[in-house]
């Protein structure tokens, strides 16, 4: 009985070491993915740039209209963290500027899901990773540049 129990219990180290390892080695292929769409996303925005000589409008947690024909696939996919959604942001106006953002709650500001990273520490419902284009890019247009955010390309 007593080697039954010891068993188990390596056993049960050995799952909880391999579960942590495999947690950590699942946010750096979020990381990964990310930056890979980034990438894709800015290589499709070039395209669409020569074709129409500026960047599209501003969108709502979307992707603009008109650039599927230069991703891969045809369709640009959700974001690679859980409940994450991509935000187009063509900002006119006093500071503007251009770039997508990968944003973690609902459009309320509510349900958030941070990465466990430690670039999204301070992390709150304004925060966003996200791709400059153009200009003074931030985490969220009603924040000042200096609001906790993660830009890959600066």
Known sequence: MIEL???MAIIGLLSAITLSS???ARDRANLSR???????????MELYLFDFDGYPPDVSRNVP????AYLAGGSWPIGPYT??????DNITGGDPYVQLSLRFCDILGNNCNFPNESWAAGFD?????????QGNCRS???RPVSHPGYCINC
């Open 83 to 88: 409940g994450s959604v991509y935000d187009w």
């Open 125 to 133: 419902s304004y925060s966003a990773v996200y791709y400059c284009f």
């Open 34 to 44: 990310l930056q890979i769409e980034f990438r894709s996303f800015g290589t499709a």
């Open 5 to 7: 129990l010891v068993v």
């Open 140 to 142: 969220h247009p009603s």
């Open 65 to 68: 209209a008109g650039i599927q």
């Open 22 to 24: 495999l947690g950590i």
